[in-house]
């Protein structure tokens, strides 16, 4: 008799249920579809839950980049330095409006940027620092926060990856003048689709949402440029019961995260992620170090049925497009060797411990074929 292949694992998994759809549904039955109270009630949550002033809803984790930068002014002539090892859409909000993205290197243990190669890059045309909470460990935000302050810069985070990512406690989002945050399906909550900022500063709160809504002050008065990146209040429906269940979530992605660590870290050629001294790590990605055969290991979990991608394989800089731009010359050796050595395993909630040992033998049964083929 055929023995049935084994589940797919899936790298990703939305976490919704009839609480969404319920949710959903009660938008549906009252009418009111677009950017309303459903928003307005989402924004106060978030806000309140990331311990800032503000938080203001918007079409995707983008779209909040994006205005983020526009509501402060920066454009043609500024620099934004930010990282490179993340998703294009970083640098990208610095080409929307006019600015040059400028790429520091990692730090090699967290992947995020390294804060003793930053001050390095600044130049008299520096606005902004964008760090990016990459695979849900935060920035180191402090050293950061004090270089911005001593050069007089404005600090933007990339928290696209990091909802509930901590330092000493203080949750990533309230450590920048403003912060980015997505919705989209594969984070650690999702609306669907949509976006957040965050901000304890009130006037730059109240230039996000007209910026946001074409500069609108009421119907057809306009005082100031703006875009139609309004969040809708279906969207907004499934945000807010995801929100309830967020601090759920990223106690089961910390408590898989652990169980892998614990037996990975005793397989050779393995590096498991790592977390700093006093921070909280959400793991929107569980990603490890393969410094020899990470290709090999990834077909071998794909033959295995276990999804597990490189995030990212390609540097921002490195892109086709960016590569028109003239950054062909820039070498960022931490994070070249990061790209090519990274592989993210599976690590959402919806895993049993089942698959989560299914996820350890693949990779050590990987390794050991890897070893055995060299």
């Not at 949550?45 to 918007?58: D, I, L, M, N, T």
């Not at 810069?153 to 990856?161: M, P």
């Amino acid at each position: 008799m055929t023995s049935l292949a084994p589940t797919r694992i899936p790298i990703a998994q939305p976490m919704l249920d009839d609480e969404e759809k319920r949710a959903v549904l009660a938008v549906l039955d009252s009418g009111h579809l677009v950017q309303g109270p459903v928003v307005a009630d989402l924004e106060q949550k978030f806000a309140e839950w990331c311990g800032v002033k503000h938080a203001v809803a918007v079409s995707s984790g983008t779209a909040a980049l994006h205005l983020a930068l526009f509501a402060h002014g920066i454009g043609p002539g500024d620099e934004v330095i930010t990282s490179s090892l993340t998703f294009v859409a970083s640098a990208n909000a610095a080409l929307f409006v006019g600015a040059r993205p400028v790429f520091v290197d990692i730090d090699p243990d967290t992947f995020c940027l390294d804060p003793n190669l930053v001050e390095a890059a600044i130049t008299p045309r520096t606005r902004v620092l964008l760090p990016v909470h990459l695979y849900g460990h935060p920035a180191p935000m402090p050293k950061l926060r004090e270089i911005a302050e001593r050069h007089g810069l404005l600090v933007i985070e990339d928290a696209a990856q990091a909802h509930g990512g901590a330092i000493d406690g203080q949750k990533v989002g309230g450590f920048g003048d403003v912060a980015a945050f997505s919705l989209y399906p594969s984070k650690n909550m999702t609306a669907g689709e949509g976006g957040l900022l965050t901000t304890n500063d009130d006037d730059l709160s109240l230039r996000l949402r007209l910026a946001r809504d074409h500069g609108s002050v009421g119907h057809y008065r306009h005082e100031s440029l703006g875009y139609n990146f309004r969040m809708s209040d279906l969207h907004a429906a499934i945000g807010r019961v995801q929100l309830r269940k967020l601090g759920h979530f990223n106690t089961i992605r910390q408590r898989n995260a652990n169980f892998l660590t614990q037996r990975l870290r005793e397989v050779e050629g393995i590096v498991p992620p790592t977390v700093s001294p006093g921070y909280t790590h959400v793991y929107h990605q569980y990603t490890v170090r393969i410094p020899d055969g990470r290709d090999v290991v990834q077909q071998h979990l794909s033959e295995s049925g276990i999804e597990a991608r490189v995030y990212y394989p390609s540097l921002v800089h490195e892109q086709p497009y960016y590569q028109s731009l003239g950054y062909a010359g820039i070498r960022l050796p931490q994070a070249e060797r990061a790209r090519a050595e990274i592989l993210s395993l599976p690590i959402h909630p919806a895993l049993t411990e089942t698959d989560l040992v299914r996820i350890f033998e693949g990779v050590w049964q990987s390794v050991r074929r890897g070893s055995t083929t060299a």
